[in-house]
């Protein structure tokens, strides 16, 4: 594959940032956590992965702006293009030595995602995709799956938690879901969930309550893998809403309908 130059900016600045969480990952005992809210955690990783991302893509493009979970919005001189990035998803995961997370970098132009990086560093897995190019792992073009029916397939979801979500409505869909589909899993790290969807390991995937950085890199990513992204309304309002479904055009279709029922 030929790689642009905006993805090879991208890819190098999500690699060194994911060297970082790896080195923190080592010595997780040692690290300063503080909360956010309930169940929502934040160390000197997260931070110190994010100032790694936000210094590398401002050398390289040093007008784009940045949506950064933790260090919030920041504009830039050319309004159209904004980072979008999670510098560590899967921070419970993280902090209690759980090898599963992500970097997550995207870029929106005028609000809509088209390009995205997922990282995980554990495995050394790079998933990248621009917009009308394909999507890729570790240089491999990847496509979702190609399963037709629920009852083939494993989806991946999130989970409401302490301080965060509907319970009972869960409840419901999980009683609609579970048991017609091969089996359902939470990971932990959306970016990752994405990013498994669009490497068709996962045959969809599903989550409220998210934020832009979640999510910006991996519609991308899906999308070009071939997989159908919408909002829980079938809608594109994804980032506005912060809720997301995706997988293959039928598998999306059928999750969505049952979860609508529910
Ligand atoms: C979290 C993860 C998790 C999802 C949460 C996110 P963070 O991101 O993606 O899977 O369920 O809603 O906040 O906080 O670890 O970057
Ligand atoms: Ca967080
Ligand atoms: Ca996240
Ligand atoms: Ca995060």
């Given at each position: 594959m030929i790689r642009s130059p905006l993805m090879t900016v991208m890819v190098a600045a999500v690699r060194k940032a994911g060297r970082s969480l790896v080195r923190d990952f080592g010595e997780v005992e040692n690290l300063q956590v503080s909360m956010k809210g309930p169940a929502d955690f934040v160390s000197n990783a997260d931070r110190k992965a994010e100032r790694i991302l936000q210094e590398e893509l401002t050398k390289a493009r040093p007008n784009f702006g940045f949506i950064l979970e933790e260090g919030g919005d920041i504009d830039g001189a050319d309004e159209s293009h904004r980072w979008i990035i999670?510098?560590?998803?899967?921070t419970t995961n993280f902090l209690h030595g759980i090898p599963l997370f992500a970097v997550s970098v995207g870029l929106a132009r005028d609000g809509v995602p088209v390009a995205g990086v997922i990282y995980n560093p554990i495995t050394d897995e790079m998933y990248i995709a621009e917009k009308g190019a394909g999507a890729f792992l570790n240089d491999r073009r990847i496509r979702v799956a190609a399963r037709r029916s629920l009852s083939e397939s494993v989806i991946s979801c999130g989970l409401p938690h302490m301080g965060r979500g509907d319970f009972a409505r869960f409840g419901r869909e999980y009683a609609a879901i579970a048991p017609r589909v091969s089996g359902l899993r939470r990971t932990g790290a959306a970016a990752l969930d994405l990013a498994w969807v669009a490497a068709g390991r996962f045959d969809g995937f599903w989550e409220r309550g998210l934020s832009p950085w979640d999510m910006a890199a991996g519609i991308v990513i899906v999308r070009e893998a071939g997989g159908y992204v919408s909002d829980l309304?079938?809608?594109?309002?994804m980032l506005a809403k912060g809720d997301i479904i995706v997988g293959n055009e039928i598998i999306r279709r059928d999750l969505l309908a049952m979860l609508r029922k529910a």
């Open positions: 999670d510098p560590l998803d899967g309304d079938d809608g594109d309002k």
